[in-house]
């Protein structure tokens, strides 16, 4: 174990995370890495009833939040079996969070997932990779969901089925 | 005679910035091949061959850094692992791995 991987999930990720798993299994065991998935969520909203009267405060949303996202990745975290893995969850501006995230735990390769989203999304992806690629110490690795033929522009660029053409009216 | 000079300037400069934009593109198409070449030999001396993994790189940008992906058929994901390491050894700065795995699978 000599090398650190920071698994960075932002909000609109899980799914994507969760689906790329296997490979990030495959990643840690290659590189003999310890790994460490960090979900980052907004500060939460209390949460209150319709009269306004709150249900429930900050913390008990973060830890709701947290506990119900520990649960998650846990499961999702049995393939590492021989590896070690540790889930923490952090609470705050994700880019501000995955910054100093990336500065405490210092590590040697971060993973980020890239989920097939919309451009607002897309751009927040771009940015979180350009500040985390400016760390000279880190090697960026994009995690990415595999394609299928009929997904998005590949979809696009084939034909489209037609009908077959009816046969012609015989003669008498 | 000056007025002159500054209309060829403007006539003549955005076929100067294309010709400039054109031959910084090509450099850094050339730096990717190699770096395609490399990172190709490496991946097939640590898998003993040919093998299923298909690299692909891609020349950074001004907006953003290349990219070299990395494939494989689905359930041929640990040819990644076997050839992770030496991937990542022959991947030159300003350079992102990504890998396309597991999603839809």
């Given at each position: 174990?000599?090398?650190?991987?920071?698994?960075?999930?932002?909000?609109?990720?899980?799914?994507?995370?969760?689906?790329?798993?296997?490979?990030?299994?495959?990643?840690?065991?290659?590189?003999?890495?310890?790994?460490?998935?960090?979900?980052?969520?907004?500060?939460?909203?209390?949460?209150?009833?319709?009269?306004?009267?709150?249900?429930?405060?900050?913390?008990?949303?973060?830890?709701?939040?947290?506990?119900?996202?520990?649960?998650?990745?846990?499961?999702?975290?049995r393939?590492?079996?021989?590896?070690?893995?540790?889930?923490?969850?952090?609470?705050?501006?994700?880019?501000?969070?995955?910054s100093?995230?990336?500065?405490?735990?210092?590590?040697?390769?971060?993973?980020?997932?890239?989920?097939?989203?919309?451009?607002?999304?897309?751009?927040?992806?771009?940015?979180?990779?350009?500040?985390?690629?400016?760390?000279?110490?880190?090697?960026?690795?994009?995690?990415?969901?595999?394609?299928?033929?009929?997904?998005?522009?590949?979809?696009?660029?084939?034909?489209?089925?037609?009908?077959?053409?009816?046969?012609?009216?015989?003669?008498? | 005679?000056?007025?002159?000079?500054?209309?060829?300037?403007?006539?003549?400069?955005?076929?100067?910035?294309?010709?400039?934009?054109?031959?910084?593109?090509?450099?850094?198409?050339?730096?990717?091949?190699?770096?395609?070449?490399?990172?190709?030999?490496?991946?097939?001396?640590?898998?003993?061959g040919?093998s299923?993994?298909?690299?692909?790189?891609?020349?950074?940008?001004?907006?953003?850094?290349?990219?070299?992906?990395?494939?494989?058929?689905?359930?041929?994901?640990?040819?990644?692992?076997?050839?992770?390491?030496?991937?990542?050894?022959?991947?030159?700065n300003?350079?992102?791995?990504?890998?396309?795995?597991?999603?839809?699978?």
């Amino acid at each position: 174990m000599n090398a650190r991987l920071l698994a960075v999930i932002t909000p609109g990720e899980e799914a994507a995370a969760l689906a790329s798993m296997t490979g990030l299994a495959t990643i840690a065991r290659a590189a003999e890495a310890e790994v460490r998935l960090a979900y980052f969520q907004p500060l939460p909203a209390p949460r209150v009833d319709r009269h306004d009267r709150p249900v429930a405060s900050v913390d008990a949303e973060m830890s709701r939040i947290e506990g119900t996202a520990t649960q998650a990745l846990g499961a999702a975290t049995r393939m590492f079996d021989d590896l070690r893995v540790e889930t923490v969850v952090r609470f705050g501006t994700p880019r501000r969070e995955v910054s100093r995230e990336a500065d405490a735990y210092a590590p040697q390769i971060v993973v980020i997932f890239a989920a097939a989203r919309g451009l607002l999304a897309r751009l927040r992806g771009w940015a979180l990779r350009r500040r985390l690629a400016r760390r000279a110490e880190a090697r960026v690795l994009v995690l990415a969901p595999t394609p299928r033929p009929g997904d998005g522009a590949a979809s696009a660029r084939q034909p489209a089925l037609r009908p077959p053409a009816p046969l012609p009216a015989r003669r008498e | 005679m000056f007025s002159d000079l500054v209309g060829l300037i403007i006539s003549v400069s955005p076929v100067l910035l294309l010709l400039v934009w054109r031959e910084r593109a090509d450099r850094q198409q050339h730096a990717a091949d190699i770096v395609r070449a490399d990172v190709d030999a490496g991946a097939r001396r640590a898998l003993e061959g040919e093998s299923l993994l298909a690299i692909r790189v891609e020349a950074p940008t001004a907006w953003r850094p290349g990219h070299v992906r990395l494939t494989t058929p689905r359930g041929y994901e640990p040819l990644i692992g076997r050839a992770f390491q030496t991937v990542m050894e022959r991947v030159p700065n300003g350079y992102e791995v990504v890998i396309h795995c597991g999603g839809n699978s």
